[in-house]
């Protein structure tokens, strides 16, 4: 073994960690951008999973059971990376999925990240513990915008939340159901000193953040939950506020004939997301979900969580060809989002790849984390000699 190459020493590779976006070179690099911008227990809340933290290790984990075959001497002069969704051209194979409290990250980051997604050509999921309202997003030019739902409290709220996407013109309504309660986020609960109040060392780190400091908490003010604020009583709306008031009025008892009464309500497309079990996947087409998203909530729900990779297959054959199957959880990399193809899934959707961006570089980041892996994408269908998205299928692997 005396002459086997010595691996580069750690300490002398390095990721890109500030300066333009424009230097980032994956989404590894905007993440070591981000994580150098915020103060703990924001980069905390975007960064951590569950317990352990095995299901968000997993998530990635998942990518290393496959081996791709690439085909070579095939012309791939010509890429194209556009599908179709819902009957309507997506200029690539992913969207950004719905990210709550995104304005901790960048001031009007769910703006941001819809600008970003809207300049791509791709649509954009807008959380119900978005930082804006529905009608700031829906004024984005071009935006394929969609609303996710959580429930809390009486029908009332999610009824009034339905219809407000709805006159505002949303594509899908994206009902979130695998968080009947928030999971077990010890990391997270770790930077507090209760519920609602960051510890005196979380705060004290603040101060050596002094840019994120000001320029997304002291300059716009902090961020609101403008979307619940109205449902919250009076005295208990600022953001700590509605947070205490949705977490202790979640709708434990939400259950399929629920999911039905949103089915009536709601016109547009449906997308049902966190679905982990092939029974589920049937049980949504039974209750005419437009799709699913296949999602472990990126490993903040439950610790031991299967990789929502592992699910595409049987879930397509459970399915059928023609209904929408979208997966979320790990995607880093292009060469992940294609591989999900392959396995049968329509679209990716991006949590924190695209929410690194926003946190690193606000607008320009979000947009560079698309870019990034626009390219790599196409990289990759080349090398393993794919030029069209339909025509990525189990033959990849090896
Ligand atoms: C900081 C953060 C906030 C999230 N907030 C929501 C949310 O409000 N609604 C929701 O349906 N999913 C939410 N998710 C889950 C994402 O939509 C998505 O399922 C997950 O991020 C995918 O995993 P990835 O981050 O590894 O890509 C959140 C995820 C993160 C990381």
């Not at 999973?49 to 095995?54: D, I, M, T, V, Y």
């Not at 997003?137 to 409290?153: E, K, N, S, T």
């Not at 009464?261 to 005419?288: C, E």
């Not at 296949?294 to 399915?319: E, K, T």
Request: hydrophobic share 45%; charged share 20%.
């Amino acid at each position: 073994m005396r002459n086997a190459p010595q691996p580069l020493p750690h300490q002398r590779r390095r990721h890109v960690t500030s300066g333009s976006p424009a230097r980032a070179q994956s989404i590894d690099d905007l993440r070591a951008m981000a994580l150098r911008r915020l103060p703990r227990f924001s980069a905390e809340y975007l960064e951590g999973g569950a317990e352990e933290e095995r299901a968000l290790h997993g998530n990635r984990a998942a990518f290393d059971d496959y081996r791709l075959a690439p085909r070579i001497l095939r012309d791939i002069s010509s890429v194209d990376l556009s599908t179709n969704l819902f009957g309507r051209p997506m200029a690539l194979p992913f969207g950004i999925g719905p990210t709550g409290f995104n304005g901790l990250l960048w001031p009007d980051g769910d703006r941001a990240l819809a600008q970003a997604a809207a300049g791509a050509g791709v649509p954009f999921g807008q959380s119900t513990v978005s930082n804006a309202t529905i009608a700031h997003i829906a004024a984005v030019p071009g935006l394929r915008h969609w609303f996710q739902l959580y429930c809390y409290g009486p029908d009332t709220v999610w009824q009034s939340l339905v219809d407000t996407a709805q006159q505002q013109g949303c594509e899908a309504l994206v009902v979130t159901v695998d968080t009947p309660v928030i999971g077990n986020r010890e990391w997270d609960r770790r930077n507090y000193a209760g519920p609602g109040r960051i510890s005196l060392s979380a705060k004290v780190d603040t101060l050596f953040h002094p840019g994120w400091l000001w320029r997304t908490i002291l300059q716009p003010g902090m961020p609101r939950f403008p979307n619940l604020e109205p449902f919250a009583p009076e005295g208990q709306r600022d953001l700590f506020g509605v947070a205490a008031w949705s977490s202790s009025n979640m709708r434990t008892e939400m259950d399929w004939a629920m999911l039905g009464r949103i089915r009536a309500r709601w016109p547009g497309k449906l997308l049902i997301k966190g679905i982990q079990h092939v029974d589920d996947v049937r049980l949504a087409v039974d209750a005419g979900a437009d799709g699913v998203v296949l999602s472990n909530h990126g490993g903040r729900q439950v610790d031991r969580a299967i990789a929502p990779l592992h699910l595409i297959a049987p879930a397509r054959a459970a399915a059928g060809p023609d209904f929408a199957l979208l997966v979320d959880s790990g995607f880093r990399r292009g060469a992940d989002v294609v591989m999900a193809l392959a396995l049968g899934a329509d679209a990716v959707l991006l949590g924190r790849a695209t929410a690194y961006g926003l946190a690193a570089a606000g607008p320009a980041g979000a947009a560079r984390a698309l870019a990034i892996l626009a390219e790599e994408t196409r990289r990759a269908m080349q090398l393993l000699g794919v030029t069209r998205v339909a025509d990525l299928s189990p033959a990849i692997f090896a």
